[in-house]
């Protein structure tokens, strides 16, 4: 009986909450990988990911965890990739393949980097999709089927490389795109910054009204308030990392937006009817984009309605 | 063989869209009036009530169809109210109940007040649900159940009356409220108008990026803008008549959420890690809140993935 050989002999995960267990289950439906190693900052993480079954071993140990690895991944907060970087270097055997599934991929690149030892290969990626849940048990194996993955190399980085991270996140459901990192950091500045940055701004707002207000509020959140909720859910160590590394495309673009609330704030002080149906109309094409290319994973029940 | 009367001889709906046709179907299933009849701008949105089923006798004459009726309700734009008012009140029969399904109540109480005859009643309402669909074709009868309607009568409205309006949405499905208009539009802007606002206007600032960002933020729009995007397809119209009807309290809101922004677009500047962190964390109590007032749709599908 010939069976074909994984695409990766060991892969270490640094890091085991939503994303990283979520592959983890998607490298185990695929049969990715021989053997997945775990750390974490917790044992209790760890136990968690070997009662759930996609752990072969674990450690505490980073050093122990990549040794031996021929990829490991970061899957940890954007605050810890310094100090991850300075504690697995000495341990990673040549040839091994370093990536992530960081949010920012500048700060990332620069952060790790300098840090990494020659002949080991830098392919940061960022999958994009996620829930607002977090922790290994939050994870599930289909979280990127269907869903786009980015992968940012440096400049002249090994394509063998690159080809494997691009094997794993293919055999891992998703669609692989390859970005210039400053290119990857502004259209998410767009796309999921810049609307974590709102919703949790609008959440805010909510919570400093007087408590009777506040309490009706939440009754009457179906409104479209509730969507906001949902987004402003999200972990708050994890948004404050993204924006602390990815600040200046985040401010520029909240800068446009300021702009554009302005106007339409404009428009509604005095009356300008016209402008504000033209500005209301306006954004229908994108919808229809966005339904074109199948990201709304909402289409279908709502639709159902009908 | 004795059946209970309906609750309601004959309804009339001025306007069959979304909402109106749900409310038709809902009081279909719950055998509510006796009649349904239905006027509407276009002949065309008659003809899909007539064969959609829940329409007993339509015309484009308003007078025609209110002639009789026990209640009349208003289903369109907030723009047509004083025109609709204007014609229907020579019909009007005494001890008819005129109501709405307005997003916005105090300047719907002083545009109809004036116009409605002596001896016709007033119980503005707004049922608290919707999809960003629109048309006769888009209802379902199943929109308002679990619900909230909030009843706004003016001072010294007849109880008789209330009730009546009460025990349709009842009837419908919904749980009833009774609130004062002017606190309605307050509790309205912070959970409908204010997140429609910033919604239209984060879809507008990516319109305007260049083409190649703007295709690339539709294509990675899972990371959370999506949600913006179906928030934003909802009716122009529709929205440009809130905006018009309650622009105090909006403008009150948006001022407040501008304040917020300002105080997170600095905290991100100046790279305050603590500050970000506390923003993101202290909105987690309303999310709980919304959760436990079962306000949350997308609750059960999201939790299944756990």
Redesign the interface.
Known sequence: MTVSAPLIEKIAFLGIGLIGSSLARAIRRGNLASHISVTSRTQKSLDTATELGFADSTSLDVKEVVKDADVVIICSHLSTYTDLAERMAPALKPGAIVTDVG?VKGSVIKMLQPLLPDGVHLVPGHP??????SGP??G?AELFDG??C?LTPPPGEDQGAIDTIRALWEGAGSMV?IMEPAHHD???A???H????????????????ETH??????????????????????N??F??DV??NN?EA??E??Q???E??TA??R???W?E?DT??Q?????????R??IE?K????LE??EA??
């Open positions: 949010s994009v999709s996620g829930t607002e849940f048990e939050s599930f869903r786009w980015i795109e502004r259209v998410l767009m796309t999921s810049l609307p974590h940055a709102i919703a949790y701004t609008i959440v805010g707002t909510a919570t400093d009204l207000t506040r309490e009706e509020v939440i009754k009457f959140s179906a409104g479209g308030f509730r969507d906001f909720t949902r987004i402003a859910a999200s708050p160590v948004w404050r924006f602390l600040r985040v401010l673009i909240l446009r937006f300021n554009d609330l339409l704030q428009a509604i002080r009356g009817a504000l149906e500005m209301f109309t306006r954004t229908q094409e994108i919808r984009g966005v290319a990201q709304d994973e909402y029940p709502d309605k009908n």
